[in-house]
């Protein structure tokens, strides 16, 4: 059979067949060399001294019964672009941790919950959870998108690396506390979260040594590198729409 008719046969029956290769990082750090895999949207994967993390799985944007199971599943919060259960199963085996806002944890009770400021040890990292929510961008008059103390942002810490994942949020007053931050994902797309130049705000709040947008969607990325050209930050864009 026409390798391009069975292709197509199998599109039609299946949906779309996943083809590109997502794009990686390698960081060297004091307690071994972490990987980044950039899946897409806020979906991003994460291996360290033999341990898989994975941060807001969604089948939307991989096949994760291909992608390596979990020894950690880091949830931002409750919406469908975020949280999606059925990702979540394809990458489950024995053991795995679930770590997961209170907004989360009706549909999945196994996970643990931790609130903004709360930390703990899972699957070998520290994980502190941090404020993310909207200030300005509401649904309606009084209901922001994300509503303040219903979401995280992750702080994790690989050896002597430290991570932040903000999850959907503006450029809140707290992200100055997160000085000393190596590697940073902000969101940067509107209505839900914040504008090339709010990013560029809270980028200056705290000089992350790299920063990735990410969550952007048909937000232009170029003018986040035009608006921190003369800072001390690397920003690296990579395919996270």
Known sequence: MDKI?????LTLFFGEIPTRE???DVFQTSGGQLTITFIGHASLM???NGKVFHIDPVGQYADYSKLPKADLV???HSHSDHFDLAAIEKIRKPGM???LPATCS???PEGK???N???GTFAGIRVDAVPAYNIQHERSPGQPYHPKGEGNGYILRFGDLTLYVAGDTENIPEMKNLKGTDVAFLPMNLPYTMTPEMAAIAARAFLPRILYPYHFGSTDTGILVRLLKNDPIEVRIRNMK
């Open 46 to 48: 994460m291996e360290y």
């Open 117 to 119: 400021g709360e930390s």
């Open 74 to 76: 880091l949830i931002t």
């Open 22 to 24: 997502f794009e990686k």
């Open 113 to 115: 919950v931790i609130k």
């Open 5 to 9: 008719f069975l292709v197509m046969l």
């Open 106 to 108: 009706p549909r999945l």
């Open 97 to 99: 941790e679930v770590v």
